[in-house]
């Protein structure tokens, strides 16, 4: 049993859609780092853009209702949702700059105490649940950095940034894996 299990996510056969949505993070968050006079408006626009990607995502898997027959309704709320974010905040780019810590911080709030949570259900379940735990704390920590980081210069935020984009990245990869339909599921 995995993690996708425990939370109702299911299988499906996008699970490599995820993958390269992540795959396409990290180059955003390396893009970040090594370009850091791009702004904070850019930033904030690859921030829209990247929670529409990934709401279209999450559409293309409710859709596979062959193998996600109890959770296509969070996947297509998870993913309506997402859209209308990303869209909002392309829409007004001075409401992402000022919004852009604040919306890091709590989503890196809420995926890390989920991913604790998680961790101590499955204790038993699942052997490597010791990294679902480490993954938590990780996101705590980066979620108290950026709740701390409007104080701070931009250039503070756009290294955060930075890290929460390949951070996310990694993240989508390994949920990747969880989301791939084992063998012998297939046949059901």
Same mark, same amino acid.
């Given at each position: ?9 299911? +299988?499906? +056969? #996008?699970?490599?859609?995820?993958? $390269? ?6 180059? @955003? /968050?390396?893009?970040?780092? #090594? !370009? ?9 626009? $690859? ?14 898997? !409710? ?7 109890? *959770?296509? /309704?969070?996947? $297509? ?6 859209? #209308? ?14 919004l852009l810590p604040f919306f890091f911080a709590f989503v ?19 052997? *490597?649940?010791?990294l679902y735990l480490l993954n938590g704390v990780l996101m705590i920590f980066i979620s108290f950095m @950026? @709740? ?10 756009? @290294?955060? *940034? ?8 990694? !993240?989508?990869?390994? #949920?990747?894996?969880?989301? +791939? ?5 297939? !046949?059901?």
């Amino acid at each position: 049993m995995d993690i996708s299990v425990i939370h109702f996510w299911g +299988k499906t +056969k #996008f699970w490599w859609v995820f993958m $390269l949505v992540g795959i396409l993070f990290i180059p @955003f /968050g390396l893009w970040i780092v #090594f !370009s850091p006079a791009i702004g904070y408006e850019v930033v904030a626009m $690859l921030l829209g853009w990247a929670l529409v990607a990934y709401g279209i995502v999450q559409l293309l898997i !409710s859709s596979d209702t062959k193998r996600n027959k109890h *959770s296509w /309704g969070w996947w $297509l709320a998870g993913g309506i949702i997402d859209i #209308f974010l990303g869209f909002l905040l392309l829409g007004n780019i001075v409401l992402s700059e000022l919004l852009l810590p604040f919306f890091f911080a709590f989503v890196f709030l809420f995926k890390g105490v989920n991913n604790i949570v998680s961790s101590i259900s499955m204790r038993n379940v699942y052997s *490597s649940w010791w990294l679902y735990l480490l993954n938590g704390v990780l996101m705590i920590f980066i979620s108290f950095m @950026f @709740f701390y980081t409007p104080y701070m210069s931009s250039f503070t935020v756009l @290294f955060l *940034s930075a890290l929460a984009f390949i951070y996310w990245g990694l !993240s989508l990869i390994t #949920f990747s894996f969880d989301l +791939k339909p084992i063998k012998n599921i297939e !046949s059901d």
